[in-house]
């Protein structure tokens, strides 16, 4: 089925560890992004990509970085964890026109001790 | 830049009765309006979307929304819901300027009694 993939599904991380979420997708489309989705804040952007080569900062970059090598592959990179960074972060793209809608992985849920 | 706000943290409905979810944005320009809804260990489907056209627009699952400019709303309904309904639903507001970064509310959450 063609779609998002997400891995891990959770992880339980020790602060100041270093992780990468992986994020695969089998749409050839040409924007990504990263959220997180945390109790009564809904979902804010992390980063996003408009195109292979090429990202951007969104809403709550601070502590994690990204890289778009090719069009379907997406990483998230944690270099230091904190408490802060526990959450449910979620994979989606778009074909990238302004009324394209998001496609979304199943997410990774993400503890920080 | 713009904002989405829902106004209901969590509604209970019971089977087979109508279901309104609101949704307020704030946008200078007509924004681009989406409903997700969200089950359980799962990642966000959309429902619909609006960016033009007709105000009324039918999405999936026999949901339907009202872009009503006015009153800068953009409500969610469905006139008898089933159990299956139970979920969090999120609205987004994106915009021409902005593309592709969209704001989400803060969900509301649908529970469903028999």
């Known amino acids: 089925t063609a779609g998002i993939t997400q891995a891990p599904t959770s992880q339980i991380l020790a602060a100041g560890r270093s992780m990468t979420l992986r994020c695969t997708q089998d749409?050839?489309?040409?924007?990504m992004y990263w959220y997180r989705q945390d109790l009564g804040l809904g979902l804010r952007l992390i980063h996003y990509?408009?195109?292979?080569?090429?990202?951007g900062k969104g809403e709550v970059p601070d502590g994690y970085s990204v890289s778009r090598a090719n069009t379907d592959d997406f990483p998230l990179t944690l270099a230091s964890a904190v408490p802060s960074q526990t959450s449910v972060y979620f994979c989606?793209?778009?074909?990238?026109?302004?009324?394209?809608?998001?496609?979304f992985g199943n997410g990774t849920r993400l503890t920080v001790t | 830049a713009q904002s989405v706000t829902q106004p209901d943290i969590h509604i209970t409905v019971s089977e087979g009765a109508s279901l309104e979810l609101r949704c307020n944005y704030s946008y200078g320009a007509t924004p681009y309006l989406f409903w997700y809804v969200q089950s359980p260990g799962q990642g966000l489907q959309l429902l619909l979307k609006?960016?033009?056209?007709?105000?009324l627009v039918q999405g999936i699952k026999g949901f339907e929304a009202e872009f009503k400019r006015s009153q800068s709303s953009f409500n969610l309904r469905k006139p008898s819901v089933h159990w299956s309904d139970a979920a969090e639903y999120f609205c987004?507001?994106?915009?021409?300027?902005?593309?592709?970064?969209?704001?989400f509310g803060a969900g509301t959450q649908v529970v469903v009694t028999p």
């Open positions: 749409m050839r489309h040409n924007a």
């Open positions: 989606a793209s778009s074909a990238g026109q302004p009324n394209s809608p998001l496609h």
């Open positions: 990509s408009n195109t292979a080569g090429t990202t």
């Open positions: 609006y960016f033009s056209g007709d105000t």
């Open positions: 987004a507001v994106g915009a021409g300027d902005s593309w592709g970064k969209f704001q």
